[in-house]
């Protein structure tokens, strides 16, 4: 059994059988999914902390310490409902921005600040006392992006509401696409890059190496995709950012696959190509090194 706090490609990596906890169309739509158990979204807080405070709006939430994911605007973002249909939506500053739910409940037992756990998370907790539910009679809803992703996915989509700024926030993700790279810009660059060459492997995939076969980046290894490789501080990072997986038998050497039209910018795909030539690099000889004229 395999523990990790981000969301692992169950093929690349040889998984068989994942349990998550994801939102409703928060998944790959290839996958074969059963929903085990439905889970309630609550807002939590220790006696400790709620002693002495007065919480019976949602308004007075605003001035208390929040522990909770941030999104893009690094805020946490809240929305409730109550049952005649009112909503009340609640941006916060928070005192620790974690998407770890049981590091999160962690702290909240510690009187930290309030938090949004799933039931799961916090059903013991609430039976023994040791945390209580915060506005029970209010529902917790899911803020969605644009096109409807849920707010995880607020790494590209900024976790925008559907309004008026849906508009802009589209226009932007388009001009981000039409600023992206194609293939062949792509292949061009990385020809571009010194000592760099490239052929064909495995029935087909476009492999750009130097120093003979010493491999930066991948073309087709799996459909219409990219490889290359990262940092390897920074490899769980990329690996948590939209439309970026742990790429396959390479994953171990801290590589990552992105499918075409490739999720990034023009200007930070050719950094992330360059760094990988340069990682690839800095293994080589010194005299190879010198030779390349590094």
């Known amino acids: 059994m395999t523990l990790l706090n981000r969301r692992v490609d169950l093929i690349g990596e ?35 902390f709620v002693e002495g405070r007065r919480i019976e709006t949602p308004d007075d939430l605003k001035p208390l310490p929040v522990l909770g994911a941030l999104e893009a605007d690094r805020l ?30 962690a702290c909240t037992l510690a009187g930290l600040g309030f938090t949004l756990l799933p039931s799961m998370y916090c059903e013991q907790e609430l039976r023994d006392g040791t945390l209580v539910e915060l506005l029970p009679w209010m529902v917790i809803a899911r ?6 992703l849920p707010a995880s996915a607020r790494h590209v989509a900024g976790g925008a509401c559907l309004d008026r700024s849906f508009g802009g926030s589209l226009r932007g993700l388009w001009r981000k696409n039409a600023m992206s790279l194609s293939e062949e810009d792509v292949a061009r660059f990385c020809l571009d890059l010194p000592g760099a060459r490239e052929d064909y492997k495995w ?12 491999m930066f980046a991948l073309q087709g290894l799996r459909g219409d995709s990219l490889a ?7 490899f769980l990072g990329h690996c948590d950012r939209p439309g970026i997986h ?49």
């Open 14 to 48: 040889g998984i068989d059988v994942a349990l998550r906890v994801r939102d409703l169309g928060d998944e790959d739509p290839l996958l074969m999914t059963r929903r085990l158990r439905r889970a309630r979204l609550m807002l939590v807080a220790s006696p400790a």
């Open 76 to 105: 946490v973002h809240l929305r409730l409902v109550k049952a005649d249909g009112q909503q009340a939506e609640l941006s916060l500053e928070a005192r620790l921005g974690i998407d770890d739910f049981i590091v999160r409940r």
């Open 143 to 148: 803020r969605l992006a644009p096109g409807g």
């Open 203 to 214: 029935g087909g995939v476009r492999v750009f190496s130097i120093a003979g076969n010493k």
């Open 228 to 234: 290359f490789k990262v940092d390897k501080d920074l």
């Open 246 to 294: 742990p790429a396959p038998y390479l994953a171990r050497a801290q590589w990552v696959i992105m499918q075409v039209p490739y999720p990034l910018g023009a200007e930070e795909l050719r950094n992330l190509l360059r760094r990988s030539h340069q990682l690839v690099v800095s293994k080589l000889p010194k005299r190879t090194q010198v030779g390349l004229l590094l």
